[in-house]
């Protein structure tokens, strides 16, 4: 059976804290969601601001409305009270966009009629209608949105029924229930649904979810289960408060655990790049953990876990990881066993290719000896992969390094009048040459990033799109008395891709130098293939 | 009707990524889970690692093994195959460990008996029973992970029953289900509960879920609706690939959306409080939407919402924020934290006395916009109360300091031999005489805070017995581009007792000598009094 997939990453996510898409990030974000295969993309509120109204004519120009597959939707609200429909402002800007799919909201739970429009039941059953039948009028999809509609059931069942029945009268094509609030639980979502589509069996209806129950993605799935054709949400579940219900996780669980149709299985593969894509383009902080496209998904930190993986993924795996484009990770860490750092050092070697030749036992034993030392000395590898890949090279003799440090000086100056300079002097040698530099930076570590840059650049021009994403410093060892361990965490990234690196040391300053020669000596590595 | 909270984020939750607690971290986040009300809090695998088992000696020397109210449980496996369950090194670590509760997990798939154990079929069953049995004759109360028990009963239904019947036979007290893989759907966990339920009508069931489907908070919520009595879960669903099932979203919805006892309804106004906290000592970037308990669970942008809001907060609010010690925000006109504020500030007023001589509510307003500023500049006081407690005297102008800074000058210089030296030098004034001093450390805090004391000691003998205990760093806004701030925590000793303090700067040179200066400043002004 089909399901369609509305997406409204560009409208209700936009809304989330920190999100402000510019009109090109939304012409990109509506293009990825298109080729993934989604069927409506909703573009924004034409009539509600002018960066959507300027969407929606770029969207125009391109012809087609610029998409290939999806319909490109628009949205707003039912028509303002004691108005007309066909004099509404918000109304004829979704006409005047273009779009052949229209999706407009209107109140189905009492509380609001009266605090949010302070109008009578009666009214709003007429916006509703009107604002329907209008668009309808200007042979236009509708979607209707019963904004709050689970409350409404609940607090007064007869009103928020008539105002579906209101907008079938209208002929409206879907009636989506919105759970507005995100209160809600599966099993409210379940029962309140399964009564309405019993009283409505010819009419299509869709479920729009919230997350402040956590409950957004099982909300969404309870719902298609009891007859849902329609699913509304955002990649990544971005959106206000606790965001929408997230679609990267409500498309591959109808797609390969109850065998709906949505994208297709083919293109769920280009799940993962598109979470990423949507993460860079809003400039979020990704969420490792998340559902099926995270990057610790299918990432193993239990050393017993990983030994049963071995002999048969499906043990500690609900999915094969490639069906979402995703892939496993090993994790090294002090809870691991011999058959993580194995199982690491296997997917390592894959990308290294000159070391097989010949004792692998001999050399994996060496690769664990020296990764036993570190991890004795407080280095922990499940976030500094970068840095776990030059050591293996490193162990294995086949790592030629691309620089090394002969010393550094680095002086944080503060004045009487507050003022604070940051300086570092570094001399390198860089294929046989002395480099010396000298740079000052917004704190010390940016400052040493500075002067093995100034050093580097000249022999590496790739280094210049490097930079530090994170920063995490930690004592290792805070035992009383003795000198305590720091260890940095640096996640660099070149635009393209993420990488993590590690230093361990008394002395912070040297951690985090060890952190940054890591990060650039991987990002090198990396070119040079 | 009471469900009992089982809380596995020191022994499940460590597994996910990034997550390396120390013996104290583990010791305080278990006292801190005693006293928001949890029923059982798992603290580890004694039997695995020195770390967990050094973990319960320290609770067991704290006496009634180091809880007021909470049940400290012991996991592990079943017994090896083919050995003896009085003879198996983990069990006897359970009941050498002191504990009166044990956690054991067997395996309810037998796809799992074969590929992970490689035995039969019957000698799980056998080791299942022993385990359960030795525990037992040991007076310990047993609780039975069945791992994998939903892929099980899906794979081999009576084989799955089996390993129920035969731990209920060796006389277990209650039967965890365990959703290891956390690929089920609510409805799967619905229908699998309920049967499996039916057939066990006397047993008590519990629920342990994860979150690979996005569905760990509503597979618990629908495990507890079927008639499970436990939930096991961690704090802010930290776990193993993309987590466990998150208690910070399930207490709440137990206790308002249920009306089941868990915590009881007033202890679940820490729960906010509570989340942050382990996210502090986890060292993990707090995720600003979870439900509930996030920053943003409550964050209302202008506009409609927020007028809507105003009129009456269940138009735009599933529940009350104050009910789980969160609060709404207005993102525009910022409100966050006053009532926090307000708080913190009474519950140090208690602490200062001097202060109390008329306008409270002015000088209550002078510390929530400084506060306010702060915390806008990146300071965050949750685990810096000694920092806090000095912004406070500060603003109410009854703080006379201790000494204060001129100006400082650090230096960090690595030779050609791998040598490095940390020299700072800092002028202080102190009681109106200048002192400048150079010394020397095992990195640049330390250098700082030698120089510190070597000013001071002479003024302030007390300060000798002060230490560094823990030194936390973090980027506050890791948006590329711009510099980002770093915030540092420092945590202080003096042996009688810890205190924590902040710094904030685009310089960690600068941010850890603010957060340094405000330890002894602390310690000064409690040796005053």
Redesign the interface.
């Known amino acids: 059976m089909k399901i369609l997939v509305f997406d409204t990453t560009l409208r209700d996510g936009s809304?989330?804290?920190g999100i402000a898409f510019t009109v090109e990030d939304k012409i990109k974000i509506a293009k990825a969601l298109d080729s993934f295969g989604i069927s409506y993309i909703e573009g924004g509120w034409p009539g509600s601001n002018p960066k959507d109204e300027l969407f929606f004519s770029q969207m125009k120009k391109l012809g087609s409305l610029g998409l290939k597959n999806a319909k490109l939707t628009a949205f707003s609200s039912t028509r303002r009270k004691g108005s007309k429909a066909s004099e509404d402002e918000s109304l004829r800007a979704i006409v005047k966009s273009g779009v052949k799919t229209a999706c407009i909201f209107g109140k189905s739970w009492d509380?609001?009629v009266k605090?949010?429009l302070k109008t009578t039941n009666e009214e709003n059953l007429k916006m509703i209608f009107e604002s329907v039948a209008f668009l309808k009028s200007k042979k236009l999809e509708v979607i209707f949105d019963a904004e709050h509609y689970f409350d409404g059931y609940r607090n007064n069942k007869e009103y928020a029924l008539e105002t579906v029945r209101t907008a079938v009268d209208g002929g409206v094509d879907t009636i989506c229930l919105c759970e507005?609030?995100?209160?809600?639980?599966?099993?409210d979502i379940q029962s309140i649904v399964r009564k309405t589509i019993s009283l409505f069996p010819k009419v299509r209806f869709g479920i729009h979810a919230h997350?402040?129950?956590?409950?957004a993605?099982?909300?969404s799935?309870?719902a298609v289960?009891e007859g849902c054709i329609m699913v509304q949400g955002t990649i990544n579940?971005i959106g206000?408060?606790?965001?929408n219900a997230?679609l990267c996780?409500i498309i591959p669980?109808l797609e390969f655990?109850?065998n709906y149709e949505c994208i297709s299985k083919k293109n769920v593969k280009k799940l993962s790049e598109l979470s990423r894509y949507v993460d860079e383009i809003a400039?979020l902080?990704t969420?490792?953990?998340?559902?099926?496209v995270?990057n610790?998904?299918?990432?193993?930190?239990?050393g017993?876990?990983v030994?049963?993986i071995e002999?048969?993924p499906?043990?500690?795996?609900?999915?094969n990881p490639a069906l979402v484009g995703n892939e496993r990770r090993i994790?090294i860490?002090?809870?691991s066993g011999k058959s993580n750092i194995v199982s690491k050092f296997n997917e390592m070697k894959r990308g290294i290719k000159d070391t097989d030749d010949g004792n692998a036992s001999e050399k994996i034993k060496k690769v664990i000896d020296i990764v036993k030392e570190k991890e004795n000395n407080g280095y922990?590898y499940?976030?500094a992969d970068a840095s776990f890949f030059l050591i293996t090279k490193k162990a294995l003799g086949s790592f030629k390094p691309f620089f090394s440090?002969?010393?550094?000086?680095?002086?944080?100056?503060?004045?009487?009048d507050g003022n604070?300079v940051?300086e570092a002097a570094v001399?390198l040698d860089v294929r046989g040459k002395e480099e010396h530099t000298v740079a000052e930076g917004?704190?010390?570590?940016?400052a040493l990033s500075n002067c093995l840059r100034k050093a580097l650049i000249k022999y590496y021009p790739d280094i210049k799109n490097v930079?530090?994403?994170?920063?995490?410093?930690?004592?290792v060892n805070?035992t009383?008395?003795t000198?305590?361990k720091?260890r940095v965490l640096i996640e660099s990234?070149d635009a393209s891709r993420n990488w993590g690196t590690i230093g361990v040391?008394?002395?912070?300053?040297?951690a985090s130098?060890q952190a940054l020669s890591d990060s650039i000596e991987y990002k090198l590595l990396r070119s040079k293939k």
């Open positions: 809304q989330g804290a509380l609001h605090y949010a507005t609030n995100g209160g809600m639980l599966p099993s997350n402040d129950s956590g409950c993605v099982a909300n799935i309870a289960e579940g206000e408060r606790c965001g997230n996780s669980a655990k109850r400039n902080v969420d490792d953990s998340r559902p099926y995270g610790n998904a299918f990432a193993h930190k239990a017993m876990h030994s049963a002999r048969n499906e043990t500690y795996e609900h999915i994790l860490s002090d809870l922990q499940e976030n440090l002969v010393c550094y000086r680095l002086i944080v100056e503060k004045d009487s604070i940051s001399k917004n704190g010390p570590v940016d930079f530090l994403m994170d920063f995490k410093v930690r004592v805070s009383a008395n000198a305590a720091v990234s040391s008394e002395n912070i300053i040297d130098w």
